[in-house]
T-cell receptor, first 111, second 111 residues
Framework: GQQVMQIPQYQHVQEGEDFTTYCNSS?????IQWYKQRPGGHPVFLIQ?????EVKKQKRLTFQFGEAKKNSSLHITATQTTDVGTYFC???????????FGTGTKLQVIP | EADIYQTPRYLVIGTGKKITLECSQT?????MYWYQQDPGMELHLIHY???????EKGDLSSESTVSRIRTEHFPLTLESARPSHTSQYLC??????????FGSGTQLSVL
């Protein structure tokens, strides 16, 4: 079945440093989504990428979808303490395939 | 934002009890999901539904069952709870773009 892996599993950064998490799927995806889960909370949708090579920005966050539509990345510039949480990618292979979540990257920002 | 509700928020019960976790959404979404998540860990899909009278088991084997008699309602039942069922249970629904909306979750503790 479809597997979606993320690296790193954990990341500690000093406030102001940049952060990147990578997502890799075992199968080609029709789209990729990113979610953020704050400690004690539930996952909240951030963005969806659909096109090969697509890049989208949300303020300090930059999302990229690979050319082969099997990988994606999330980059945060100049992290803040509000960025703390676990970031999940989620892939869908289209049709009636269910969404598969990645293993997640837990980000800790040290003030 | 999202109109998806889970009750109860917290539940502490004894071994062997039968429980039902409630999940309702008012967005008219056909697709609904149940995920199991231990603190800070991956989301494991345990059940999903693509519409009324449609239910499927997810990737993680679970002793729970679900039903989908109405579009807006997707309850999860454990016939006989055990300590190994202690976890957080997250319900979600998705729109036509596969964007997932999560409820606040039920934290279940089985003593």
């Amino acid at each position: 079945g479809q597997q979606v892996m993320q690296i790193p599993q954990y990341q500690h950064v000093q406030e102001g440093e940049d952060f990147t998490t990578y997502c890799n799927s075992s199968t080609t995806l029709s789209n990729i989504q990113w979610y953020k889960q704050r400690p004690g909370g539930h996952p909240v949708f951030l963005i969806q990428l659909v096109k090969s090579g697509e890049v989208k920005k949300q303020k300090r966050l930059t999302f990229q979808f690979g050319e082969a539509k099997k990988n994606s990345s999330l980059h945060i510039t100049a992290t803040q303490t509000t960025d703390v949480g676990t970031y999940f990618c989620a892939g869908n292979s289209g049709g009636y395939q269910k969404v598969t979540f990645g293993t997640g990257t837990k980000l800790q920002v040290i003030p | 934002e999202a109109d998806i509700y889970q009750t109860p928020r917290y539940l502490v019960i004894g071994t062997g009890k039968k429980i039902t976790l409630e999940c309702s959404q008012t967005m008219g979404h056909d697709k609904m999901y149940w995920y199991q998540q231990d603190p800070g860990m991956e989301l494991h899909l345990i059940h999903y539904s693509y519409g009324v009278n449609s239910t499927e088991k997810g990737d993680l084997s679970s002793e729970s069952t679900v039903s989908r008699i109405r579009t807006e309602h997707f309850p999860l039942t454990l016939e006989s709870a055990r300590p190994s069922h202690t976890s957080q249970y997250l319900c979600a629904s998705s729109d036509f773009k596969e964007k997932l909306f999560f409820g606040s979750g039920t934290q279940l503790s089985v003593l």
